[in-house]
């Protein structure tokens, strides 16, 4: 045995360093005691109720459902990646397709954990699947959203059979070898399960004829909103990898993934940028000068003081807008330091559409006698969303340490 190695060294990915297991688990156990103060959160709403959060008869939706929809937004990474890579033969991307796919699972199980703690009633989970209200977009994203579950545990589950220890074993050598033959499969289910439910976590919104803030007009059946939740994650999904990747390049001291995939990455979703800025600013446009006047109403109706005011409308836009211009701009995109700020404004644009639509679309009075209710997410709220950050960096840690998510990282790190 070699003592120079950390004690765990046999099971890391072949020619891959690794950092010392003492610093590993010091780094497990900053995230465990973040953990544990989000478990305890989330125990406390499971045994008392939705009281113990900040949500009341006002706000059914809160913080931890914007977060819910943020993660879900920027983990679409997986689909859309995988669907290059396995459905589209875009090569160059192998190398980053699997850490697209172990975020796309920790991000919607993580939602999936929200989830079940908005239930409020969690013995009653199975209700949504054997009473489905066919009426409700609600009953598409709960089939979409656990079959996509079940699809992302099957992209995951060969980076765990691929450790070099389990490899040993014929019968795991071959059951991994033939996950990835059938890949191809499980991408394009993927990806048409997760464009419908993306699709409809947005009509939710659009339908919501009581909610001027909200409503919009459609095509067909489906409301603008729809196409728009799916744009905007096919442009932040891939950008919200890149700088995952990144930041673990920046904590391990490796480097990962090549420039040229990361530059691949941003022209890729740098034009779904393009598409999805143009139709949001068409949207607003038509919502603003259309859609409210039908209903007597105004733009400026919309807003009120600092907390609800119009410039978190612009910044949203203006978070999209800039970055989609500096992308176009060959000299700029090839900068780091310009490519990474700019796809973090793009991440930071998506988040904060999810807030709009999720607390300022209830604050604003749709009644008479109604004003305009203030809504601050207490410490459980904040300590739920915590839970789900600190198990999502555990199990990418994990991952990281033990499975081969980077196929080039041995050969990018040579001597």
């Not at 991307?93 to 939602?111: D, E, M, R, W």
């Not at 995951?156 to 071959?174: C, D, G, S, T, Y």
């Not at 004829?209 to 891939?238: D, K, M, N």
């Not at 609800?308 to 970055?323: S, T």
Request: hydrophobic share 50%; net charge neutral.
């Amino acid at each position: 045995m070699d003592y120079s190695k950390p004690f765990d060294a046999e099971l890391f990915p072949e020619g891959c360093e690794r950092c010392s297991l003492t610093k590993f688990l010091g780094w497990m156990s900053f995230l465990g005691v973040i953990f544990l103060w989000g478990l305890y959160a989330a125990i406390r709403v499971l045994g008392f109720g939705l009281g113990e959060t900040g949500m009341d008869d006002y706000f059914g939706f809160g913080l931890w459902i914007t977060f819910d929809l943020a993660v879900i937004a920027l983990g679409a990474g997986a689909f859309f990646t995988g669907a290059l890579r396995y459905i589209l033969n875009i090569d160059e991307l192998k190398n980053i397709v699997n850490l697209a796919a172990v975020i796309g699972f920790l991000c919607y199980t993580g939602a999936m954990l929200i989830l079940v703690l908005d239930i409020g009633q969690p013995i009653r989970c199975w209700f949504g699947y054997w009473y489905p209200n066919v009426h409700s977009m609600l009953t598409e994203v709960i089939f979409c959203i656990t079959c996509y579950c079940i699809v992302l545990i099957l992209e995951f589950v060969p980076l765990i059979l691929e450790n070099r220890q389990l490899m040993k074993n014929r019968f795991i050598h071959a059951l991994a070898h033939n996950f990835h033959v059938y890949m191809p499969i499980f991408a394009g289910i993927g990806a048409f399960l997760s464009t419908f439910h993306q699709g409809s976590l947005g009509g939710m919104y659009g339908v919501l004829f009581g909610r001027p803030y909200l409503f919009r007009e459609g095509f067909f059946i489906w409301p603008w909103t729809f196409f728009l939740f799916v744009l905007s994650a096919v442009a932040s999904g891939p950008m919200f990898t890149v700088l995952v990747c990144t930041t673990m390049e920046k904590l391990s001291g490796r480097m990962l993934v090549s420039w040229d995939v990361k530059q691949l990455m941003g022209r890729i979703a740098g034009t779904m940028l393009i598409v999805y800025t143009f139709f949001k600013c068409l949207d607003s446009w038509y919502w603003a000068v259309d859609t409210l006047t039908m209903q007597g109403l105004t733009f400026d109706d919309m807003f009120y003081g600092w907390i609800y005011g119009k410039w978190l409308f612009w910044a949203e836009h203006l978070l999209l807008i800039v970055p989609m211009f500096v992308l176009m701009k060959k000299n700029l995109r090839e900068k780091p330091v310009v490519f990474y700020s700019m796809m973090f404004l793009v991440c930071t644009s998506i988040t904060l559409n999810r807030y709009l639509l999720t607390v300022q679309g209830l604050a604003m009075p749709v009644m008479p006698f109604d004003a305009w209710q203030t809504y601050a997410p207490n410490w459980v709220e904040w300590a739920c969303c915590a839970l789900v950050f600190a198990y999502s960096a555990m199990a990418l840690s994990l991952a990281y340490r033990y499975t081969p998510i980077f196929p080039q990282e041995a050969e990018l790190n040579k001597q």
